[in-house]
């Protein structure tokens, strides 16, 4: 039998990172000193998804976020505890503006990556560092989107929000040709397939995507759900 997709190891990790992310949104003083606004916004991130993203990324990769980043740095320490992980960056402004500045920056990263015709470079077969814009929301982004089509950019998406109806969902599907992949935000073991899927295709080359992270009809509990994961495992929980 071959090896899973998901190690022994990284399914720890994200249970132990998702329970530490888990007490701290729940302590009533978490975030205390930001305004209302930042502090909401950072308690509706969804802690599962946050772990099983940071799971899979390489200390060159980046990730861009609106208001505070702190979930995220308490998610990189539970995986790379020297301060040797992905670069962290909190914005002030809308998730379009995030979405256009990681855009930007996967087009530098493309440039860089695919040199002029018949110049050689040592990058060539190198695996692209990735960008990653986690969003409040799930804005069109139609000329962004079109860019990260027509030019294979290395950068994922994550949407927020609630599930779409089918009809809109569909309609996003069909005015671009990126993928667009729906997934249940609750259950990290999903977040971090789908992950893996998208950072393939981004390293390769092969162009960028749109992941929504959403709650699903039925969603159960983020850490119950990993508990029944390790279980099936035959992994104590940490």
């Known amino acids: 039998m071959g090896q899973p997709l998901i190690s022994d190891a990284t399914m720890r990790g994200m249970y132990t990172g998702t329970k530490?992310?888990?007490?701290?949104?729940?302590?009533?003083?978490?975030?205390?000193?930001?305004?209302?606004?930042?502090?909401?916004?950072l308690l509706h991130q969804p802690v599962a998804m946050l772990a099983a993203l940071l799971s899979q990324l390489h200390r060159r990769d980046t990730v861009l976020v609106t208001g505070?980043?702190?979930?995220?740095?308490?998610?990189?320490?539970?995986?790379?505890?020297?301060?040797n992980g992905p670069a962290l960056h909190?914005?002030?402004?809308s998730d379009e503006e995030c979405a256009a500045i990681a855009t930007g920056m996967a087009l530098r990263?493309?440039?860089?990556?695919?040199?002029?015709?018949?110049?050689?470079?040592?990058?060539?077969?190198t695996p692209c560092p990735v960008v990653i814009a986690l969003l409040h929301g799930f804005p069109p982004?139609?000329?962004?989107?079109?860019l990260v089509q027509d030019r294979d950019l290395p950068v994922l998406l994550f949407a927020s929000g609630d599930a779409e109806p089918r009809a809109k969902a569909e309609r996003r599907l069909l005015s671009t040709g990126v993928p667009i992949l729906p997934v249940d935000?609750?259950?990290a073991v999903a977040v971090c397939r789908v992950t893996q899927e998208c950072l393939l295709r981004a390293r390769n080359g092969w162009g960028g995507a749109v992941i929504h992270a959403a709650p699903?009809?039925?969603?159960?509990?983020?850490?119950?759900?990993?508990?029944q994961h390790l279980a099936r495992r035959g992994l104590a929980i940490p």
């Open 20 to 41: 530490r992310l888990r007490l701290a949104v729940e302590n009533p003083g978490f975030a205390a000193d930001l305004p209302r606004s930042d502090r909401l916004l």
């Open 68 to 83: 505070d980043a702190r979930l995220l740095r308490m998610t990189a320490e539970t995986w790379v505890p020297q301060g």
């Open 90 to 93: 909190a914005l002030r402004g």
């Open 109 to 125: 990263i493309a440039d860089w990556a695919r040199p002029a015709a018949g110049t050689a470079s040592a990058k060539q077969g």
């Open 141 to 146: 982004l139609p000329t962004l989107l079109k």
């Open 185 to 187: 935000c609750a259950d």
């Open 216 to 227: 699903f009809p039925g969603s159960v509990d983020p850490l119950g759900l990993l508990g």
